[in-house]
Nanobody, 124 residues
Framework: QVQVVESGGGSAQAGGSLRLSCAVY????????MSWYRQAPGKEREFVSK???????IYADSVQGRFTISRDNAKNTMFLQMNSLKPEDTAIYYC??????????????????WGQGTQVTVSS
């Protein structure tokens, strides 16, 4: 059974930091592209950052320079270091696992999986 599990959410003051983690279980032989999305109350879910299986990274403009995504392939775990937090960063943060683009994947590695989300609250 595949599970995507986020942790590390919580509360912070504006200007503070939080570190999120995301672990993928149940896909021991798969390459994984990993992404963070977030959804604020009353808004649609939006892309935050992605790190692919080659460790190439991309960021949304709103978090560029403040957030850093990284991964530990040995542990199938991804991290999001969030610095200089702003109240507008308040949201539920979701981790998503996708198959890598441009690589052949066996059948068991082709599905996308979402985590359950972790709340991040930033107060001013």
């Amino acid at each position: 059974q595949v599970q995507v599990v986020e942790s590390g959410g919580g509360s912070a003051q504006a200007g503070g930091s939080l570190r999120l983690s995301c672990a993928v279980y149940g896909l021991p032989n798969c390459r994984n592209d990993m992404s963070w999305y977030r959804q604020a109350p009353g808004k649609e879910r939006e892309f935050v950052s992605k790190i692919d299986s080659a460790e190439l990274t991309i960021y949304a403009d709103s978090v560029q320079g403040r957030f850093t995504i990284s991964r530990d392939n040995a542990k199938n775990t991804m991290f999001l270091q969030m610095n200089s937090l702003k109240p507008e960063d308040t949201a539920i943060y979701y981790c998503k696992r996708t198959r890598p683009v441009g690589f052949w994947s066996p059948v068991e590695c082709r599905s996308d999986y979402w985590g359950q989300g972790t709340q991040v609250t930033v107060s001013s």
